[in-house]
């Protein structure tokens, strides 16, 4: 089943009809298929051409205020993400807001998976 009609077609989804369908990794646990989220977001890419371009982002670890006091090991991860990136520096949550806002911006852009890491 597409559900290419369903987002051209459904009163209200002005933000798919006007300039194109950001979807964020948490949303593959939404709509997960078989090849993962590369994958699915190729296939919807192809279904909503031409009218909807379709993108993902996949942030690595983001610094995030409460992250430190909702998981015992956010200390150490982040450590651990700043060892490792060659920028000496972890995401936050404005870069991978940066990163959406361009995409959805963007007109020649669909069918990609931005990585929105440090390293």
């Given amino acids: 089943m597409s559900i290419a009609p369903l987002v051209r077609t459904t009163p209200g989804n002005q933000r798919f ?4 369908c950001v ?5 593959h646990s939404l709509l997960r298929i078989e090849g ?3 994958n699915m977001t190729i296939a919807l890419a192809r279904a909503l051409a031409p009218e909807v371009p379709v993108n993902a982002v996949a942030p ?3 610094d995030t205020r409460a992250g430190g006091k909702t998981h015992p090991l956010y200390g150490d991860v982040k450590q651990f993400s700043l060892e490792r990136s060659p920028l ?5 949550p404005d ?13 020649l852009i669909t069918g990609q ?7």
Avoid: K, N
């Fill in 113 to 119: 998976v931005i990585v929105v890491t440090a390293a």
């Fill in 88 to 92: 000496q520096r972890v995401c936050r």
């Fill in 60 to 62: 690595g670890f983001i």
């Fill in 36 to 38: 993962g989220p590369d």
């Fill in 95 to 107: 870069d991978v807001a940066a990163v959406v806002v361009d995409l959805a911006a963007a007109d």
């Fill in 23 to 27: 979807r964020s990794w948490q949303l």
């Fill in 17 to 20: 009809q006007r300039g194109g």
